[in-house]
Every structure is written in structure tokens, then in C-alpha cells.
T-cell receptor
Framework: GQNIDQPTEMTATEGAIVQINCTYQ??????LFWYQQHAGEAPTFLSY????GLEEKGRFSSFLSRSKGYSYLLLKELQMKDSASYLC??????????FGAGTTVTVRA | IAGITQAPTSQILAAGRRMTLRCTQD?????MYWYRQDLGLGLRLIHY???????GKGEVPDGYSVSRANTDDFPLTLASAVPSQTSVYFC?????????????FGPGTRLTVL
């Protein structure tokens, strides 16, 4: 099984940078995903890491260290529309995802 | 292309009643999944299907059943609903073929069992 931890809440100012950490303990690792979920909506895919290192996609970047069981999602140049929950998910060798409880990010003007 | 649709959008159900949540995808994905999402617990996998004709149990399968008669449809049935099944239910699908095989989620069904 998977044990996935991420902070419950974070608050940041518009234009700033926020880093959301995710640690995991896994019985089989086959990739790590980050999803964004606005209130009352479905999760939407943000990023995928399977090898160590940084994946950059516009204002969002995701980092993975498999040896440390650690990932982070970096949100740069924060905008009000980035206020949402961010879900860390680990995929096992059977292609099933286990999700963390999510981090609610609030962006203030 | 609609992607994934779920029905109903929301439902209030009396305890003990039978309920089927519907999920249909038009992306020809081979794998489909049902999750429930509860405050503070995140998304938890109920059942999954890697291909038409096969199903498997996830983390929280008790009280739920699924079937996968074809590629597009993956209904979730609560045989006798209980209040602890009050939750938001999300269906997802992915094309498991190596690589990211990203899961795409439907809009969700908000279920309240009284």
C-alpha cells in the first residue's frame, strides 16, 4: 500500500511562489502525479514524474526524488485562479493511484 | 468529444435503497476506476477495471459492486445504501499502454444517504 503525506493548507500572495511538498512510502512505485482540483469540480491532471529530477510546465514545476520518497509541486507567479486543492498521487505497479488528502492553496490579493 | 460523463449529478437516497451511479467514457480507454472523496481523506479507490470483462477491488470496496460489460460503461451499484456512503463519487479512465497513462476524471456525483 501507499502512505502519502502533504500539508493540509497553504496561503500565499498573488505573484508569489508556493512549494507544496509530498512524501510517500510505497510498496511499489510506478510514477507520481499532481492534480489540481477547484472546489466542486473534478481533479485535473497537472504533472507526472517517474524519474528523478524536475519537470517544468509553464508556471508549474514538479520534482521527484525516488530514493527519498519525496516530491514537490512549485507554483510560480501565483494568480487568484490558482486557489484550489492540489493532490499528490502515487501509482503502483498495478497502475492504481493512491492519493494524498490534498493541500488547499489560498491565494490572497 | 464529451470525455467522461456521470449520472446523476447529485442524489438524496434513503438508507436501505439500491442505487446505481452511471459512468460512460468515449475515449476508448481500456481502464476505468471509481473513487469516493471525503473531506480530510482524499480520493479513495473503490473498484477498478483494467479492461472490459474484468474488475478488481480497491481500497474501500465493501458495500459496492461494479460491472464492465463493454469498454465505455462502468456502473457502480450500492446494493443497500448506508449513511456512511454519503460522499462525492468520481469515475475516471485511462489508457494503460505505458508512459504517463494519465487518469481523467468525470464531473462527479454527490450522494447523500439519509
Amino acid at each position: 500500500g501507499q502512505n502519502i503525506d502533504q500539508p493540509t493548507e497553504m496561503t500565499a500572495t498573488e505573484g508569489a511562489i508556493v512549494q507544496i511538498n509530498c512524501t510517500y512510502q510505497t510498496s511499489g512505485f510506478n510514477g507520481l502525479f499532481w492534480y489540481q482540483q477547484h472546489a466542486g469540480e473534478a481533479p485535473t491532471f497537472l504533472s507526472y514524474n517517474v524519474l528523478d529530477g524536475l519537470e517544468e510546465k509553464g508556471r508549474f514545476s514538479s520534482f521527484l526524488s525516488r530514493s527519498k520518497g519525496y516530491s514537490y509541486l512549485l507554483l510560480k507567479e501565483l494568480q487568484m485562479k490558482d486557489s484550489a486543492s492540489y493532490l499528490c498521487a502515487v501509482r503502483d505497479s498495478d497502475y492504481k493511484l493512491s492519493f494524498g488528502a490534498g493541500t488547499t492553496v489560498t491565494v490572497r490579493a | 468529444i464529451a470525455g467522461i460523463t456521470q449520472a446523476p449529478t447529485s442524489q438524496i437516497l434513503a438508507a436501505g435503497r439500491r442505487m446505481t451511479l452511471r459512468c460512460t467514457q468515449d475515449m476508448r480507454h481500456n481502464a476505468m476506476y471509481w473513487y469516493r472523496q471525503d473531506l480530510g481523506l482524499g480520493l479513495r479507490l473503490i473498484h477498478y477495471s483494467n479492461t472490459a470483462g474484468t474488475t478488481g477491488k480497491g481500497e474501500v470496496p465493501d458495500g459496492y459492486s461494479v460491472s464492465r460489460a463493454n469498454t465505455d460503461d462502468f456502473p457502480l451499484t450500492l446494493a443497500s445504501a448506508v449513511p456512511s456512503q454519503t460522499s462525492v463519487y468520481f469515475c475516471a479512465s485511462s489508457d494503460v499502454a505505458g508512459g504517463p497513462d494519465t487518469q481523467y476524471f468525470g464531473p462527479g456525483t454527490r450522494l447523500t444517504v439519509l
